[in-house]
């Protein structure tokens, strides 16, 4: 199951006490301090794993607390060290501390590590405590406590372009089509219900990721329909494809529909209604979208921008959109790269 959002609570382990003893030798009754130091507590580590797709088991899996350090003992000997806690999560996770909202990392790299909660260090012995003035220190410190927080755990796919528009509109289809991925697809709105993510290829050479996420409606940063919760997945994509349906009779224009959808993209953020977009007129084989196609490609010239016509049945217009998508990714790299 897709889950994408988990709150745990975490503990970095307590420091080992250290240790008060004295060591009795038969030549020497008298001995001297020999109590060791406490182990430090493990750490709780979250670390990205690109095999990974959810944050289900931490859903059910709420409380993580690393080892603690083992007491210090006599003959000096320091208490064992706790190991660490190392917690697993998708790439593309941002972790936050519930209390205070900060962001304590955005693991987006597979192996990337953060230290969420440190473990306490370990107590010292009474042998450190032995000095020119006190020879025989009764004293030994206690372990730290390990550190406690509540995280907020939030996935946000790593994709660097998303697929969006209304519902039934045919995003599922055309991931189905072009890439790897293999979405559920249905002829009634809100087939998809959660994201995913397609490797697709332009050429022998290139490709991209692509995320498929559920189709958006007016009003949904109102919380009409599925909402708005899901664009957070496609927060980190360079380009937005988007579709629009071309078979749903010229009363429901499909112009206003285009626009109701960047409404609600603005609503989300006015990063992601800033997103450059490539917009793709979809299921043209279908007997009357012939004419809606002419009508909206002349209608997105006036607003200057250009369309691409395609349909997943017959393939017609794929490969150009893919070579379009590829093409527009180089430039706002090399955009980017420029702007330094
Ligand atoms: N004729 C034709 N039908 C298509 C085409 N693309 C998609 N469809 C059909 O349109 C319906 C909806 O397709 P989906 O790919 O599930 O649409 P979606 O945009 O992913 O829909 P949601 O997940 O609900 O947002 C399905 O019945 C598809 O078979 C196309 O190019 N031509
Ligand atoms: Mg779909």
């Known amino acids: 199951m897709f889950v994408d959002e988990a709150t745990i609570y975490i503990k970095g382990g307590d420091g080992g006490r250290g240790c008060l003893s004295f060591a009795h030798y038969r030549q020497n009754p008298k ?3 020999d109590g060791g130091d406490g182990g430090n507590g493990g750490s ?28 210090g003992k006599g003959k000096n000997k320091t208490g064992r060290a706790g190991g660490d806690l190392i917690i697993g999560v998708p790439s593309g996770t941002v972790a936050k501390d519930t209390e205070t909202g900060e962001m304590l990392a955005d693991l987006t790299e597979d192996g990337q590590q953060v230290v969420a909660a440190s473990g306490g260090r370990g107590g010292r012995g009474n042998t450190r405590f032995k000095s020119s003035t006190n020879q025989a220190p009764r004293i030994a410190e206690d372990g730290e406590p390990g550190e406690e927080k509540w995280l ?4 946000k796919l790593m994709a660097e372009v998303g697929l969006i528009g209304c519902p039934n509109a045919g995003k599922s289809t055309l991931l189905a089509r072009i890439s790897s991925a293999h979405p559920r697809i249905g002829d009634y709105p809100f087939t998809t219900l959660s994201p995913m993510v397609g490797v697709v ?5 290139e490709s991209f990721l692509a995320a498929d996420i559920p189709g958006l409606i007016k009003d949904a940063h109102l919380g009409k329909g599925l909402g708005i919760k899901f664009l957070r997945h496609i927060e980190r994509t360079e380009l937005l494809v988007h579709l ?3 078979s749903e009779g010229s009363k429901d224009d499909p112009l206003k529909r285009y626009h109701e959808i960047n409404r609600e993209l603005r609503c989300f953020s006015t990063a992601l209604g800033g997103r450059e977009q490539i917009v ?24 200057g921008v250009e369309v691409y016509p395609i349909s997943s049945v017959t393939g017609e217009g794929l490969k150009e959109l893919a070579y379009a998508i590829m093409n527009r990714l180089k430039r706002l790299r090399e955009a980017r790269v420029e702007a330094g």
């Open 31 to 33: 001995g001297g301090p």
């Open 44 to 71: 709780v580590i979250i670390e990205a794993r690109s095999g990974m797709n959810t944050l289900l088991d931490l859903k059910y899996h709420t409380h993580n607390i690393a080892k603690r350090g083992e007491h």
């Open 152 to 155: 907020h755990l939030e996935l």
């Open 201 to 205: 290829k332009a050429g022998d050479f």
């Open 244 to 246: 629009v349906d071309m």
């Open 280 to 303: 793709a007129a979809t299921k043209i084989d279908l007997p009357r979208a012939g004419e809606l196609v002419y009508e909206f490609q002349a209608r997105m010239d006036d607003e």
